[in-house]
Protein backbone atom coordinates (compact mmCIF):
# COMPACT_ATOMS: atom_id res chain seq x y z
CA UNK A 1 0.00 0.00 0.00
CA UNK A 2 3.28 2.64 0.77
CA UNK A 3 4.05 2.38 -3.03
CA UNK A 4 0.81 3.69 -4.32
CA UNK A 5 0.75 6.28 -1.47
CA UNK A 6 4.66 7.23 -2.27
CA UNK A 7 3.73 9.87 -5.37
CA UNK A 8 1.84 11.75 -2.71
CA UNK A 9 4.52 11.68 -0.18
CA UNK A 10 7.50 13.01 -2.21
CA UNK A 11 5.66 15.32 -3.77
CA UNK A 12 5.43 16.63 -0.48
CA UNK A 13 8.99 15.83 0.95
CA UNK A 14 10.62 17.40 -2.11
CA UNK A 15 8.37 20.71 -1.47
CA UNK A 16 9.55 20.24 2.42
CA UNK A 17 12.81 19.94 0.91
CA UNK A 18 12.31 23.37 -0.63
CA UNK A 19 10.99 24.57 1.88
CA UNK A 20 13.78 23.29 4.65
CA UNK A 21 10.88 22.08 6.63
CA UNK A 22 11.51 18.47 6.00
CA UNK A 23 11.83 17.35 9.81
CA UNK A 24 8.58 19.53 10.55
CA UNK A 25 6.61 17.90 8.25
CA UNK A 26 7.39 14.35 8.95
CA UNK A 27 6.64 15.19 12.80
CA UNK A 28 3.19 16.96 11.88
CA UNK A 29 2.46 13.79 9.50
CA UNK A 30 2.94 11.76 12.08
CA UNK A 31 1.13 13.70 14.35
CA UNK A 32 -1.92 13.39 11.60
CA UNK A 33 -1.58 9.76 11.90
CA UNK A 34 -1.83 9.75 15.48
CA UNK A 35 -4.90 11.30 15.26
CA UNK A 36 -6.26 9.23 12.84
CA UNK A 37 -5.44 6.21 14.71
CA UNK A 38 -7.18 7.53 17.92
CA UNK A 39 -10.07 8.39 15.97
CA UNK A 40 -11.10 4.93 14.12
CA UNK A 41 -14.83 6.36 13.53
CA UNK A 42 -12.97 9.39 11.25
CA UNK A 43 -10.72 7.42 9.56
CA UNK A 44 -13.15 5.06 8.78
CA UNK A 45 -15.44 8.12 7.62
CA UNK A 46 -13.04 9.71 5.56
CA UNK A 47 -12.52 6.04 3.28
CA UNK A 48 -16.30 5.66 3.32
CA UNK A 49 -18.09 6.33 -0.43
CA UNK A 50 -21.51 6.80 0.66
CA UNK A 51 -19.78 10.52 2.21
CA UNK A 52 -18.82 13.12 -0.53
CA UNK A 53 -15.43 14.70 -1.21
CA UNK A 54 -17.42 18.18 -0.17
CA UNK A 55 -18.02 16.86 2.79
CA UNK A 56 -15.44 15.22 3.87
CA UNK A 57 -13.24 18.74 2.83
CA UNK A 58 -15.60 19.96 5.08
CA UNK A 59 -14.82 18.04 7.91
CA UNK A 60 -10.75 18.64 7.25
CA UNK A 61 -11.51 22.51 7.11
CA UNK A 62 -13.16 22.84 10.05
CA UNK A 63 -10.43 20.26 12.34
CA UNK A 64 -7.54 21.70 10.75
CA UNK A 65 -7.43 24.49 8.67
CA UNK A 66 -6.56 27.29 11.08
CA UNK A 67 -4.57 24.30 13.30
CA UNK A 68 -1.95 22.93 10.68
CA UNK A 69 0.50 24.58 7.92
CA UNK A 70 -1.23 25.89 5.46
CA UNK A 71 0.79 23.73 2.87
CA UNK A 72 -0.25 20.60 5.03
CA UNK A 73 -3.75 21.98 5.32
CA UNK A 74 -3.84 21.98 1.13
CA UNK A 75 -1.97 18.75 0.77
CA UNK A 76 -5.29 17.11 3.10
CA UNK A 77 -7.40 18.34 1.02
CA UNK A 78 -5.48 17.62 -2.15
CA UNK A 79 -5.11 13.77 -0.57
CA UNK A 80 -8.96 14.01 -0.77
CA UNK A 81 -9.77 14.55 -4.01
CA UNK A 82 -7.76 11.60 -4.70
CA UNK A 83 -9.09 9.07 -1.81
CA UNK A 84 -6.15 9.21 -0.25
CA UNK A 85 -6.93 10.85 3.03
CA UNK A 86 -7.82 7.97 5.17
CA UNK A 87 -4.79 5.93 5.06
CA UNK A 88 -2.25 8.76 6.87
CA UNK A 89 -0.20 5.98 8.31
CA UNK A 90 0.89 4.74 4.72
CA UNK A 91 1.53 8.19 3.62
CA UNK A 92 3.43 8.75 7.29
CA UNK A 93 5.40 5.64 6.20
CA UNK A 94 6.12 6.91 2.35
CA UNK A 95 7.05 9.68 3.68
CA UNK A 96 9.99 8.14 5.89
CA UNK A 97 10.87 6.64 3.38
CA UNK A 98 11.28 9.18 0.87
CA UNK A 99 13.39 10.68 3.75
CA UNK A 100 15.41 7.58 4.24
CA UNK A 101 16.42 7.58 0.43
CA UNK A 102 16.97 11.21 0.44
CA UNK A 103 19.73 10.34 3.94
CA UNK A 104 20.90 7.22 2.44
CA UNK A 105 19.51 5.30 5.23
CA UNK A 106 18.50 1.54 5.30
CA UNK A 107 16.17 -0.39 7.70
CA UNK A 108 17.92 -3.75 8.78
CA UNK A 109 15.86 -6.41 10.64
CA UNK A 110 17.90 -7.91 13.30
CA UNK A 111 16.66 -11.68 14.77
CA UNK A 112 18.57 -13.13 17.69
CA UNK A 113 17.33 -16.14 20.30
CA UNK A 114 18.71 -13.69 23.43
CA UNK A 115 18.48 -9.81 23.43
CA UNK A 116 21.70 -8.13 22.45
CA UNK A 117 23.82 -6.01 24.93
CA UNK A 118 24.39 -2.40 23.62
CA UNK A 119 27.90 -3.31 22.65
CA UNK A 120 26.44 -6.28 20.30
CA UNK A 121 24.17 -4.12 18.63
CA UNK A 122 26.76 -0.86 18.19
CA UNK A 123 28.97 -3.63 16.82
CA UNK A 124 26.42 -5.04 14.49
CA UNK A 125 25.62 -1.28 13.60
CA UNK A 126 28.89 -0.90 12.77
CA UNK A 127 29.76 -4.01 10.16
CA UNK A 128 26.51 -2.89 8.64
CA UNK A 129 27.22 0.50 7.78
CA UNK A 130 30.74 -0.05 6.98
CA UNK A 131 29.85 -3.12 4.43
CA UNK A 132 26.75 -1.02 3.28
CA UNK A 133 28.26 2.03 3.07
CA UNK A 134 24.78 3.51 4.20
CA UNK A 135 23.67 4.95 7.51
CA UNK A 136 21.85 1.52 9.18
CA UNK A 137 18.66 1.49 11.21
CA UNK A 138 18.62 -1.59 13.36
CA UNK A 139 14.86 -2.93 13.89
CA UNK A 140 15.91 -5.64 16.66
CA UNK A 141 13.79 -8.36 17.83
CA UNK A 142 14.11 -11.52 19.68
CA UNK A 143 12.85 -14.92 18.64
CA UNK A 144 13.89 -17.71 20.80
CA UNK A 145 13.04 -20.26 17.86
CA UNK A 146 16.45 -19.32 16.67
CA UNK A 147 17.98 -21.17 19.57
CA UNK A 148 21.32 -19.32 19.65
CA UNK A 149 22.76 -16.74 16.67
CA UNK A 150 21.54 -14.04 14.63
CA UNK A 151 19.92 -13.56 11.56
CA UNK A 152 20.15 -10.07 9.90
CA UNK A 153 18.11 -9.32 6.60
CA UNK A 154 18.73 -6.13 4.69
CA UNK A 155 17.13 -5.10 1.24
CA UNK A 156 19.34 -6.92 -1.03
CA UNK A 157 20.78 -9.20 1.37
CA UNK A 158 20.35 -11.90 4.32
CA UNK A 159 23.40 -13.20 7.05
CA UNK A 160 21.84 -16.07 8.94
CA UNK A 161 24.06 -17.45 11.59
CA UNK A 162 21.44 -19.34 13.41
CA UNK A 163 21.73 -22.76 15.03
CA UNK A 164 18.10 -23.18 13.60
CA UNK A 165 19.57 -22.63 10.09
CA UNK A 166 22.27 -24.95 10.51
CA UNK A 167 20.05 -27.27 12.09
CA UNK A 168 17.80 -26.99 8.68
CA UNK A 169 21.03 -27.04 6.12
CA UNK A 170 22.17 -30.48 8.31
CA UNK A 171 18.44 -31.58 7.77
CA UNK A 172 18.33 -31.03 4.12
CA UNK A 173 22.00 -33.02 3.36
CA UNK A 174 20.45 -36.10 5.48
CA UNK A 175 17.33 -35.90 3.22
CA UNK A 176 19.22 -35.59 0.24
CA UNK A 177 21.09 -39.06 1.47
CA UNK A 178 17.69 -40.84 0.95
Not at 100 to 115: G, L, M, Y
Request: aromatic residues 8%; contains cysteine.
Amino acid sequence: MVESLRPYSEALYELAKDAGKVDFYMEELKALKDIWNENSDFSKALSHPKITRVQKKEWISNLFEKNLDTLLYRYLLVLTDHDKVSDMKGIYDAYVECYRDDHNIEVVKVESATKLSDEQVQSIKDMLEKKLDKKVELAISVNDELMAGIRVQTKDLVLDNTLLSRFNAMKEKLNALD
